[in-house]
């Protein structure tokens, strides 16, 4: 049931936690690492726990610590917001290769409840989203995507979601 401003389910069923994530490769483990150590993502106070070796894959973590609690005491919007901000682009980005420009459009974010324990997205590109994509596409043309994601606490209990729309252009 949607009745939000933005098409968000205020009402979602749960959505457990994938109990075995697609394999890491030692190449996504190191931009595991890497992505965890670059200050803008840092700051955010998120990690990312999980890139699967072809990028199909990535679950992040939002703990409830001093860096993301807010005056409330639960986690603060902004750090959920960051958080999730920058994955589907590079997902994009690393599926599609060279010759696509991937670039953030507009986000959409729904706080459901507030998170007052560690939340978790999940982001999950199929290949048939990213093959459509290559064969929409002529060069110079572009399209924009849609995906939503949802943060959860460890019992599958959605606490936030975000729509990001994505603009995606073949270069020539």
Do not use: Q
């Amino acid at each position: 049931m949607s009745d939000s401003p933005t098409g968000v389910d205020r009402d979602p069923d749960l959505r457990p936690l994938r109990e075995n994530p697609p394999a890491e490769s030692r190449r996504t483990r190191l931009w595991r690492y890497g992505f965890n150590l670059l200050p803008a993502y840092r700051g955010t106070g998120a990690r990312v726990d999980h890139i699967a070796a072809g990028w199909r894959y990535v679950r992040i973590r939002v703990p409830l610590n001093w860096r993301t609690r807010n005056a409330v005491g639960t986690i603060f919007g902004g750090s959920i917001y960051a958080a999730v901000d920058p994955v589907y682009m590079m997902m994009l980005r690393r599926v599609l290769g060279d010759e696509f420009t991937v670039w953030d459009k507009s986000a959409a974010l729904e706080f459901i409840e507030p998170g007052r324990d560690t939340l978790y997205a999940e982001f999950e590109l199929p290949a048939a989203e990213t093959e459509s994509i290559r064969e929409e596409l002529d060069a110079g043309e572009s399209t924009d995507r849609e995906y939503l994601v949802s943060l959860v606490d460890e019992g599958g209990r959605v606490h936030a979601a975000c729509e990001k729309t994505l603009y995606v252009r073949r270069d020539e």
